[in-house]
């Protein structure tokens, strides 16, 4: 049974930094893409970062500069290192693993889900 757990959330004043860990257990090798999202309140669930088993990463315009995406394999491991989180950035952030190689945005891309942590940035 495929697990994706997040961990790294938090309370940051604007300006801050936080590291996002989404730790999978129960993949096979043909995992690929990896990515994270975020959901807001009142907000629909949208695409942050992307990143394939090849190190090609993508990232949302509202966070290009500002967001990187990368993965341990052999550790399993997805990372979010987000710097000089602005107010708006405050949602759920969740990750998600796609048994596909090719990146993308789109949450109908993904097959499977974590649960959330919850990212908030005061003003």
């Known amino acids: 049974q495929v697990q994706l757990v997040e961990s790294g959330g938090g309370l940051v004043q604007a300006g801050g930094s936080l590291r996002l860990s989404c730790a999978a257990s129960g993949l096979t090798s043909d995992w690929r893409a990896v990515a994270w999202f975020r959901q807001g309140p009142g907000k629909q669930r949208e695409g942050v970062s992307c990143?394939?088993?090849?190190?090609?990463?993508l990232h949302t315009d509202s966070v290009k500069g500002r967001f990187t995406i990368s993965r341990d394999n052999a550790k399993n491991t997805i990372y979010l290192q987000m710097n000089s989180l602005k107010p708006e950035d405050t949602s759920i952030y969740f990750c998600?693993?796609?048994?596909?190689?090719?990146?993308?945005?789109?949450?109908?891309?993904?097959?499977?889900w974590g649960q959330g942590t919850q990212v908030t940035v005061s003003s």
């Open positions: 998600a693993v796609r048994t596909r190689p090719n990146c993308g945005l789109a949450t109908g891309w993904f097959d499977y």
């Open positions: 990143i394939t088993n090849t190190g090609y990463s």
